[in-house]
């Protein structure tokens, strides 16, 4: 599985955006995909989660700003981040968690290249 994010970007504080993170090239199925953070100087931390049968769950210091959806017709996870604030900056990461190919198979951890947002003050 690759995984590509877009959507991020340079944004003013108050603004929103949608981040999307489009999936391909496996064959095996996709259990559960998310998003997390990774601030300058700070650990990567979970944003928000989703499985395949559509639970979602967020990172406990995550307000309700943020909305994860999945198209699972696409392929392709979106984070919708409404009123951003300066503390939002940080570089967005898409993982997903991957059926392994056998049923005693682990499953697999993949990870996106990241999206840097920055929101301005």
């Known amino acids: 599985v690759q995984l590509v994010e877009s959507g991020g970007g340079l944004v003013q504080s108050g603004g929103s955006l949608r981040l999307s993170c489009t999936a391909s090239?496996?064959?095996?199925?996709?259990?559960?995909m998310a998003w997390y953070r990774q601030a300058p100087g700070r650990e990567r931390d979970l944003v928000a989660r989703i499985t395949d049968g559509g639970s979602r769950m967020y990172g406990d210091s995550i307000e309700g700003r943020f909305t994860i959806s999945r198209d699972n017709a696409r392929n392709t996870l979106y984070l919708q981040i409404n009123s951003l604030k300066p503390v939002d900056t940080a570089v967005y990461y898409c993982?997903?968690?991957?059926?392994?190919?056998?049923?005693?198979?682990?499953?697999?951890?993949?990870w996106g290249q990241g999206t840097l947002v920055t929101v301005s003050s």
């Open positions: 993982y997903a968690q991957v059926y392994g190919p056998c049923i005693e198979c682990p499953d697999i951890d993949v």
């Open positions: 090239g496996s064959r095996f199925s996709i259990k559960s």
